[in-house]
């Protein structure tokens, strides 16, 4: 076992410098860098801790609702594990580039059991492109009052995304406000039809400089009729109009949707990994 001097929680006086290391990679570093942006490095307001081993240019890790390691070498990615273990697990899921979350994942996984799923292989895409799609000029921001109309679809993709219904436990509270959050927040997208939401999207991380697209769902109804590809069309250059850069992440069996994001015009820049726990 490592020992762990060195890994600590950084703190506001770090800030800037994490900022600058995760400028390097942006669109990897998107679901963090966007909430550093906007809170700093105050643990209860940013939703985690940060964690380094020698400081931010060498390596770092965000422990939150997600364990994101973000940068180092195989003993700092090694002690980040065993500073995880040491107490309770607060994670739902690992994530981040391959090369680090898994082998974050084997040094986790004696303390931490199996896992419910791994996703090993999931290209991390950027569209730096005018769409090579027309995007559907049907598709829109959702409204507030939009929510009851919009949330079925949402849980249905949470669904067969996840494998998970995100009304368990709660009834559905938790997940309700986050969906009315992206509502209000201008993030959420969606086409719908005689009051039915049949293609949808959302922009669940941002930063100054890249906007992360999840939650791509289409009714299955109208699956084939290229609303997929149109419709993230759409969403891509509203992320593109805002001086971001389109991104999102996709699994690697999803051949249906890898597809139409290569017929949107996406390409890869990396890989990501996503640890899915019980």
Do not use: H
């Not at 307001?45 to 390691?69: K, T």
């Not at 739902?92 to 419910?116: F, K, T």
Request: glycine share 12%; aromatic share 6%; with cysteine.
């Amino acid at each position: 076992m490592l020992k762990l001097l060195g890994v600590r929680s950084l703190g506001g006086r770090d800030t800037a410098s994490v900022l600058r290391v995760l400028a390097r990679d942006p669109v990897a570093s998107c679901m963090v860098a966007g909430r550093i942006e906007q809170y700093g490095l105050d643990g209860r307001a940013v939703g985690g801790d940060m964690w380094s081993r020698g400081g931010p240019e060498s390596s770092l890790c965000f422990a939150g609702a997600n364990l994101i390691p973000l940068l180092g070498n195989p003993d700092d990615i090694q002690a980040f594990a065993e500073r995880a273990v040491r107490g309770p697990r607060l994670c739902s899921s690992i994530v981040g580039r391959a090369e680090y979350a898994l082998p974050m994942w084997d040094a986790l996984a004696p303390s931490w059991g199996p896992p419910r799923e791994i996703r090993a292989e999931q290209p991390l895409l950027v569209l730096d492109r005018e769409p090579r799609v027309a995007p559907d000029p049907q598709v829109r921001r959702v409204r507030p009052e939009e929510l009851d109309a919009y949330l079925p679809a949402a849980i249905s993709m949470f669904i067969e995304e996840v494998g998970v219904d995100p009304r368990l436990g709660d009834g559905g509270a938790g997940y309700r406000r986050r969906v009315a959050s992206l509502i209000a927040t201008g993030r959420a997208w969606a086409r719908f039809e005689e009051g039915r939401v049949v293609f949808k999207a959302e922009v669940g991380s941002q930063s100054s400089t890249v906007g992360q697209i999840q939650g791509v769902w289409v009714d299955p109804e109208k699956r084939g009729l290229g609303l997929g590809s149109a419709g993230t069309a759409a969403v891509g250059a509203a992320v593109t109009s805002s001086g971001r850069l389109p991104s999102l992440y996709v699994n690697s069996f999803n051949t249906r949707a890898r597809a139409a994001y290569e017929r949107v015009g996406f390409r890869q820049v990396a890989t990501f990994t996503t640890v899915l726990l019980d």
